[in-house]
């Protein structure tokens, strides 16, 4: 449902729910808010997000070290689908959506597929499968350089509460679409 946290009064819970119940069980003094990278809408997949937290623990209690918070964290997420793959002491000043210095967005497209159903499970809710079962890559190259630079995208954003406090001009670095045989298409046969 996203990463971003959802209120107690939707059907939908967020990746940031997740985490912060997990860590409410490591028994902190002051509940805990995880500050997250970058956002992701429903059904969208993030890998290698970054995030921070700042756990104060009761009196006389020493620090979790890192490889305590990894381990603490993964044993309460169970069975979400979620992972916290390491974690880093940081500087207080330190946010991880603003100290942030890129991010990588990668969409995938799976053609030739007569239909949703004949998505390999492997691939399942990891790709759009649009119908047809051509695109011209060299124009899609050609069309995609005039993104790069830096630009207004205004038309973009959504109308949420933050939208007035964010600029919309964003700079993008690179652009890059390439055709391959999918993320794990040497284990199964097309």
């Known amino acids: ?12 819970v967020g990746v940031q729910n997740y ?6 069980k490591l028994k902190p003094l002051v509940p805990i808010k995880f500050h997250i990278s970058s956002r992701t809408d429903a059904g969208v997949h993030a890998l290698c997000n970054a995030a921070h937290l700042d756990i104060q623990r009761a009196p006389g209690k020493p620090a979790f070290t890192e490889e305590q918070l990894v381990h603490g964290l993964n044993h309460h997420l169970k069975p979400e689908p979620i992972s916290i793959l390491s974690a880093h002491r940081v500087s207080s000043d330190f946010h991880a959506r603003f100290s942030a210095l890129s991010r990588t967005y990668i969409y995938r497209l799976l053609l030739g597929c007569p239909h949703h159903t ?12 649009p119908p047809g079962g051509y695109l011209d890559v060299p124009a899609m190259r050609d069309a995609a350089q005039l993104l790069l ?3 207004d995208f205004s038309t973009f954003r959504s109308h949420n509460s933050e939208t007035p406090f964010q600029s919309p001009i964003r700079t993008l670095l690179q652009i890059d679409i390439q055709p391959s045989s999918g993320l794990l ?3 199964y046969e097309h």
């Not at 985490?19 to 409410?24: G, H, P, R, V």
């Not at 004949?118 to 499968?129: G, I, T």
């Open 118 to 129: 004949a998505v390999p499970v492997f691939e399942r809710d990891l790709c759009w499968a």
């Open 19 to 24: 985490l912060e119940k997990a860590a409410e």
């Open 185 to 187: 298409s040497h284990h």
């Open 149 to 151: 630079g830096t630009h």
């Open 1 to 12: 449902s996203g990463v971003v946290e959802t209120s107690s009064d939707q059907a939908t």
